[in-house]
Every structure is written in C-alpha cells, then in structure tokens.
C-alpha cells in the first residue's frame, strides 16, 4: 500500500532472476499473514535478483515490488587427510557448492597460494599433495567472486607431515 499500511491475506509471488534469464521465474507462492509478511523457503542457485509480487484483483491492481540483489557464498570443502607421510604423494579432492564448472580455486598453504585448479562440470576440483619434511601445516580453498556467486573461503585443515 502506497500508505505501507500491512495487507493480510494478499496473494503474493516470489519471482527471481539471474543474469542469464530475460523474464522472471516465479519460485514460491503464498498469502500474507495478519501483519502482513510472508515466508518462503527457497534455494538459489546463483547470483539473482529477487522481487515479490501481489496479484491483482477486481479491487486493486498487480503490484511489484523493487527488486533486491541476492548473492550467493560459495560453501568449499577439500576432503585433506588429518596426517600424511613426508614424499609420499595424496590426491586431494574438494567440491564447492552450488555445483559449478569452470571456477578458479585457490589452494592455499599457511595463507600462501599453491596452485589454482578449475572445477569441472559437478563442482569438484583435485589435487596432489606432496610435503617433503615432518612438520604441521594448515590448507584452505578459496573461490574469487564471479558472475555467479560470491567469494568465500574454506575451513581450514590442519595437516600433521610426519
């Protein structure tokens, strides 16, 4: 309402859009509560904008609302061992969610990058691993922000070099 008065039992549609999309893609649908908000569970995927809209009706008309930006945070994990041998070679292998290809992930050594590997076409990324002297180390994963999703890091994970 142009007042910002709250509208109880409005009929509303969530609709999204993502920079690849050229119309609005409806995720959820629902009615306003007394105070009139509503909830909507939903998963997105990539960077998108976001709006809500009212259906109209014999008493008033469709209405939208302003669009707002919906950035994703990348969740990167690397399955790393808790300990390995000192010149023995291990595969290292991460994931980053949502799924995506091609993204550079930087591999990280106590806060200094190793190496830059690409995800392929489910998300995943490899790498192998070689530590030449006993000693504890610490690794993390972190993925710059692009068209899709945001920046984000990994937890890191302590390494035992025996």
Do not use: C, H
Not at 4 to 21: H, I, M
Not at 32 to 40: L, N, Y
Not at 144 to 154: D, E, F, L, Q, R
């Amino acid at each position: 309402m142009p007042d910002k008065t709250p509208v109880a039992g409005l009929n509303v549609r969530f609709e999204v859009k993502n920079s690849t999309d050229s119309t609005w893609r409806s995720i959820a649908v629902g009615v306003t509560d007394a105070a009139g908000t509503i909830t909507a569970p939903a998963i997105v995927a990539e960077k998108s904008q976001i709006r809500l809209v009212s259906e109209g009706s014999w008493e008033r008309l469709e209405a939208k609302s302003l669009e707002k930006a919906i950035n994703v945070a990348p969740n990167i994990m690397m399955q790393l061992p808790s300990s390995v041998k000192a010149t023995s070679a291990y595969q290292v292998k991460g994931q980053i969610f949502p799924k995506s290809a091609g993204v550079s992930v930087n591999v990280k050594r106590n806060g200094v990058v190793i190496g830059s590997y690409l995800t392929d076409a489910t998300g995943g990324f490899n790498f192998t691993l070689i530590e030449k002297e006993a000693n504890l180390v610490n690794y993390q994963a972190s993925v710059a922000a692009n068209a899709k999703m945001g920046a984000g890091n990994s937890e890191i994970y302590p390494l035992l070099i025996r």
